[in-house]
């Protein structure tokens, strides 16, 4: 096969996989972000300790990250044909690809979310501030630059995910890598998928390393604490200024 003959494939496959990564991540990010967070409120000393509830929320993404992505494809099928209309095509696989995803970054920002420093939470809740200024102003701010890393290991998981969706018909690089390279003994076609996929996986974990220091420098974790301006400080009372001529107490001779 020329290269003419592959550059059509290989660019029409590459937008289908950043079409299904793209779609799935932040479907994971919009589903994930707040499952973290809510196991980590929930816990034993959480500001909505709820024992019972976070044991069920735990088990259910522990179930669901335990399953291999292949199972899961299988297994929601039906549900995926509900969905779409279809179990083939790049549409189909965002609803497993998204699926899977979920509880991975949740427990990924469950982890991030759990090391910003408690004596942060301390200051405004003793300021007034309720769960949701907690989790506005101090969590997602202070857990940021890991919240970022979180995603970035996400998206890679996700390229490897669609790469594995391919062999089911999904579309994308992995779908060329075995409908050419391996059923067709295209060799030359499936080295140049692979290293595609390793091209893209280099940069998109430099951008997300790169995006995660910065934030550190601007003031994440390593940096200076957060500004909490819940209530406005009240201004001291000005001091009268003592009239020419007038003369002070001289403090020392008070009894």
Not at 29 to 41: A, Q
Not at 55 to 72: D, E, H, M, T, Y
Not at 96 to 113: H, S
Request: proline content about 5%.
């Amino acid at each position: 096969m020329t290269w003419s003959e592959m550059q059509p494939l290989l660019e029409q496959a590459c937008w289908d996989t950043f079409y299904m990564v793209g779609w799935s991540t932040l479907i994971a990010v919009v589903g994930g972000l707040p499952l973290g967070i809510l196991l980590v409120l929930t816990d034993r000393g959480g500001l909505l300790q709820n024992v019972v509830a976070n044991k069920v929320i735990g088990q259910i993404v522990n179930v669901a990250r335990s399953l291999p992505f292949i199972i899961l494809m299988v297994a929601l099928m039906s549900f995926t044909r509900w969905i779409t209309g279809t179990t083939i095509g790049r549409e189909a696989a965002i609803v497993p690809l998204a699926i899977g995803a979920i509880p991975f970054f949740a427990r990924l920002v469950e982890t991030a979310v759990r090391e910003v420093d408690h004596g942060l939470v301390e200051a405004v809740q003793s300021m007034g501030g309720n769960t949701w200024t907690v989790v506005r102003k101090v969590l997602v701010p202070e857990s940021l630059p890991s919240l970022i890393s979180s995603a970035t290991t996400t998206i890679v998981a996700l390229i490897g995910y669609s790469a594995m969706a391919g062999t089911v018909g999904a579309g994308g690089l992995g779908d060329i890598a075995i409908r050419y390279g391996y059923q067709r003994f295209e060799t030359g076609l499936m080295w140049i998928t692979v290293a595609i996929l390793a091209v893209v996986i280099s940069v998109i974990q430099f951008a997300g390393d790169y995006a995660a220091r910065g934030l550190h420098r601007r003031g994440g974790r390593s940096g200076p604490g957060p500004k909490l301006r819940l209530l406005k400080a009240k201004e001291p009372d000005a001091q009268p200024v003592p009239a020419a001529g007038a003369t002070t107490t001289d403090v020392s001779k008070v009894a």
